[in-house]
C-alpha cells in the first residue's frame, strides 16, 4: 500500500472537523479488542437507518463491521459476520436475524447496505448488487445519545470488545442515513456511480476518532 497517513497507537485521537476520506481506506491490521473507529455524531433519535460500506477480508470466523450502541441497548443497530460463510447477522434494538446463503469470497471488496425500518420493523440486505428478502426484526424507534464503532461488535454500550470478534481488513466508503433511501440510490452506491450522500455520516466529510492500530490509508486498487 501507500505511505501510511495517520498511525495512532493505544489512544484515541479525534478528527474534529469532517475529514474528506475520498480515495482512502480504514485499514484494521491485526486482531484486537481494542482497535476501532468511532464515528461521531450528535444524532439521538433514528426512526430508520440505512448504512453502507465496501470490506475486504480474508477471515473465515466471526467479525463484526459495524455497531450502534445506546445507554439502553448495546445491540441497537448491528451487521455482524457469524461463522458460517454465508451469513450476516443483523440487529435492531437488541433482536436480530440471519441474511443467509450470501457469498463473501476472500481478499476480495465487497459492496454491503442494510436498511431498516422503524415503523413495520422490516430489514434488508444488499450485497454486492443483490438485494435479500427482507426479514423483520423490531419496531420503534432508536433513541439516545450512540456510539458507534466500525471493526469491533460492542458488548456493553461504548465497550465490552472481543478480539475474537474483530475485523482484519480494510473498510471504506461508509455512508449512514436517518431513512431508507431508495433502491435507486442503492444500486448506485453499488455501482460506485453519482448517488445521494449520507445524512448522518458521509465518507466525503467523516468526522471519526480511531483507537488503537487503526491506520487512515490509500486506495491500492480499483473496487
Not at 484486537?32 to 470490506?55: A, H, I, P, Y
Not at 480474508?58 to 451469513?87: H, M, P, W
Not at 463473501?104 to 447496505?113: G, L, R, V
Request: proline fraction near 3%; aromatic fraction near 12%; hydrophobic fraction near 40%.
Amino acid at each position: 500500500m501507500g505511505t501510511l497517513l495517520f498511525v495512532m497507537v493505544m489512544f484515541a485521537t479525534c478528527c474534529a472537523a469532517p475529514q474528506d476520506l475520498s480515495g482512502k481506506v480504514f485499514v484494521f491490521p491485526k486482531e484486537s479488542n481494542t482497535d476501532r473507529v468511532r464515528l461521531l455524531t450528535s444524532q439521538t433519535k433514528f426512526s430508520s437507518v440505512t448504512t453502507c460500506l465496501r470490506f475486504k477480508t480474508d477471515l473465515t470466523r466471526n467479525y463484526g463491521l459495524f455497531s450502534l450502541s445506546t445507554s439502553a441497548q448495546s445491540n441497537d443497530f448491528v451487521l455482524f459476520k457469524i461463522n458460517s460463510e454465508d451469513v450476516i447477522r443483523m440487529h435492531a434494538r437488541g433482536e436480530g436475524t440471519d441474511f443467509l446463503s450470501l457469498s463473501f469470497a476472500p481478499n476480495t471488496w465487497h459492496s454491503m447496505c442494510a436498511t431498516w425500518r422503524s415503523d413495520n420493523g422490516l430489514a434488508q440486505l444488499w450485497v454486492d448488487g443483490k438485494a435479500t428478502i427482507k426479514r423483520y426484526i423490531k419496531a420503534g424507534p432508536i433513541t439516545g445519545a450512540p456510539i458507534i464503532t466500525l471493526g469491533q461488535k460492542q458488548g456493553t454500550h461504548g465497550g465490552g470488545f472481543d478480539a475474537k470478534q474483530s475485523f482484519i481488513g480494510m473498510i471504506t466508503k461508509v455512508h449512514l442515513w436517518d431513512y431508507v433511501i431508495p433502491t435507486a440510490e442503492i444500486k448506485r452506491y453499488m455501482d460506485d456511480k453519482h448517488f445521494i450522500s449520507g445524512n448522518v455520516f458521509n465518507w466525503g466529510a467523516l468526522q471519526y476518532e480511531i483507537t488503537g492500530q487503526v491506520l487512515v490509508d490509500e486506495e491500492s486498487e480499483v473496487m
